[in-house]
């Protein structure tokens, strides 16, 4: 029997990532709350840090603006960073508003 996740979703690794440094609340069925780090995400995953006691094929669901609750599958660790790829690629349109939403607003930041 082979192990890991069984995913749908085609292996898009090519997929234009952003980099982030967004601490993130993941929840694990087994573990709870987990805090990850992510480093970078795209339409179809995200790497992050922060990985203590997951292996491959571990399920998160992570929120993310605009895009709301989505499930992750590990699926490649290197060290102290991990890959995961979503359970549904997420619509270009909902990705480009959450990109947005991490973009300090500067307006804000003139005020401080």
């Not at 292996?11 to 980099?19: E, G, P, Q, V, Y």
């Not at 987990?34 to 669901?61: C, K, P």
């Amino acid at each position: 029997m082979r192990g890991g996740a069984q995913l749908s979703v085609t292996d898009l690794r090519r997929s234009t990532r952003h980099d982030l440094n967004l601490p993130i609340i993941g929840e694990h069925r087994a573990r709870g709350d987990i805090m990850l780090q992510l480093v970078n995400v795209s339409t179809t995953g995200f790497m992050a840090t922060g990985i203590e006691g997951l292996g491959r094929g571990d399920r998160v669901t992570i929120r993310l603006p605009q895009v709301g609750k989505i499930e992750a599958f590990l699926v490649w660790i290197d060290g102290e960073r991990a890959g995961f790829q979503f359970e549904r690629i997420v619509r270009l349109d909902d990705f480009s508003k959450m990109i947005k939403s991490f973009v300090p607003n500067p307006k804000l930041r003139s005020a401080i």
